[in-house]
């Protein structure tokens, strides 16, 4: 099991909350979620945690730092939605970070622009 798999779940549940609030007729489905690590010595574990959950799909340079992509080989599941893809960030260089945290949670939706459209004059959720 992923060591951050709980506090993942619990933000996830938020987010899809307030999605389902905020635009209750968009049907959009859970893509992939970024986790930031504080060290580099933390990147290389999870790395290697993340491998022997997954495989490595890509290792690219992003803004000064590593960015590696995992496909885990068993979906987490939550509120019926299934993730299966984990973005790992390496810290960016010179960054002080105290821990490592979720950076972000990225859903898909089937159109949009008329997402965009229809909801463009609505605070940013």
């Known amino acids: 099991m ?4 709980d506090e993942l779940n619990q933000k996830i549940k938020r987010a899809l909350d307030k999605i389902s609030e905020s635009y209750p007729d968009i049907k959009f ?5 970024g986790y930031e690590a ?9 790395s290697e945690t993340l491998k022997k ?3 490595l799909i890509s290792s690219i340079p992003h ?4 960015l590696a992509i995992f496909r885990l080989n ?12 984990i973005e790992l960030f390496e810290p960016k260089p010179g960054s002080k970070i105290d ?5 972000h949670i990225a859903f898909k939706v089937e159109d949009f622009d ?12």
């Open 114 to 125: 008329s997402v965009v459209d229809k909801y463009k004059n609505t605070p940013n959720e």
């Open 99 to 103: 821990k490592s945290f979720w950076e």
């Open 63 to 66: 803004s000064g730092r590593t």
């Open 53 to 55: 959950e997954g495989s």
């Open 74 to 85: 068993n979906t987490i599941e939550i509120e019926g939605h299934k993730l299966d893809r």
């Open 2 to 5: 992923l060591p951050f798999t």
């Open 38 to 46: 504080a060290t580099k010595d933390i990147f290389n574990d999870l």
């Open 29 to 33: 489905e859970l893509d992939h979620a």
